[in-house]
């Protein structure tokens, strides 16, 4: 496998880093571009007030990840990356691939959107994540004992809305697998992982 960048897509709450850490067990030899670890990073270092500082980070972070993955295509890494995409990301990764020729592939998970509301509402309240996902403003050491009361957790309208308005479920760039991840039980990752291993060849 030479060259090669799995865009891990889709919807909020489909599994994504999930899947990532399976393909790398499997595949290994990825190096993991993750937008979330560099927010969040960002987050620590300069803490934030209001929504708008928080956007103002979130712009470093994007500058900082295009930056990562052009440094690891000039030296010709397999890249491994999980997010949302949407059209927004896209012209520029576009043009990444383009110039250092690399073979894109995006796996784009879907499910059921009541399904992944309550994963991602499980998601915000587990003591584990970020802290900087559910407030308004933050500083590192910022603890909230009882996460209900963040002042940014998604209600449902929003979430409907981010979900069925942001092309998260359209996005793709290169060869395209498309997963109903909605019951976990039934996700077949082995027939994935079989195509993957092809490209090897």
Same mark, same amino acid.
């Given at each position: 496998m030479?060259k090669?960048?799995?865009?891990l =897509?889709?919807?909020p709450?489909?599994g994504?880093?999930?899947?990532? #850490?399976?393909i790398?067990?499997?595949l290994?030899? $990825?190096y #993991?571009l993750?937008? +979330?670890?560099?927010k969040? %990073?960002y987050? +620590?270092?300069?803490?934030?007030r209001?929504l708008e ?8 972070a994007? @500058?900082k990840?295009?930056?990562? &993955?052009?440094?690891? &295509?000039?030296v010709?890494s397999?890249i491994m %990356? *999980?997010?949302?995409? %949407? ?5 520029h990764?576009q043009?990444?691939?383009? !110039? ?10 879907? =499910?059921?959107?009541?399904?992944? $509301? ?7 309240? *587990?003591p ?7 407030? /308004?403003s933050y500083?590192?050491? *910022?603890h909230? @004992?009882d !996460?209900?009361? =963040? +002042? ?6 929003? $979430?409907?809305? !981010?979900?069925?308005t942001?092309?998260?479920? /359209?996005?793709?760039l ?7 991840? %909605?019951?976990?039980?039934?996700? #077949? ?7 993957l291993?092809? &490209?090897? #060849?």
């Amino acid at each position: 496998m030479d060259k090669v960048l799995i865009l891990l =897509a889709g919807l909020p709450g489909t599994g994504k880093t999930y899947l990532s #850490n399976i393909i790398n067990s499997t595949l290994g030899l $990825f190096y #993991n571009l993750s937008q +979330d670890n560099l927010k969040e %990073s960002y987050c +620590d270092m300069y803490g934030y007030r209001n929504l708008e500082e928080k956007q103002k980070i979130e712009k470093i972070a994007w @500058a900082k990840y295009y930056e990562i &993955m052009e440094q690891q &295509m000039q030296v010709g890494s397999n890249i491994m %990356s *999980d997010y949302p995409f %949407s059209q927004k990301q896209k012209p520029h990764i576009q043009q990444l691939v383009e !110039r250092y020729g690399y073979e894109v592939v995006t796996i784009r998970l879907i =499910a059921d959107l009541d399904v992944l $509301f309550e994963r991602q509402k499980n998601r915000d309240l *587990d003591p584990t994540r970020h802290l900087s996902h559910i407030v /308004t403003s933050y500083k590192k050491g *910022d603890h909230l @004992a009882d !996460r209900r009361n =963040a +002042d940014n957790l998604l209600n449902y309208d929003e $979430f409907i809305k !981010r979900c069925t308005t942001r092309g998260y479920d /359209t996005f793709e760039l290169g060869k395209l697998y498309e997963m109903d991840v %909605s019951d976990y039980t039934k996700v #077949n990752y082995s027939r994935l992982l079989e195509d993957l291993l092809k &490209m090897e #060849n």
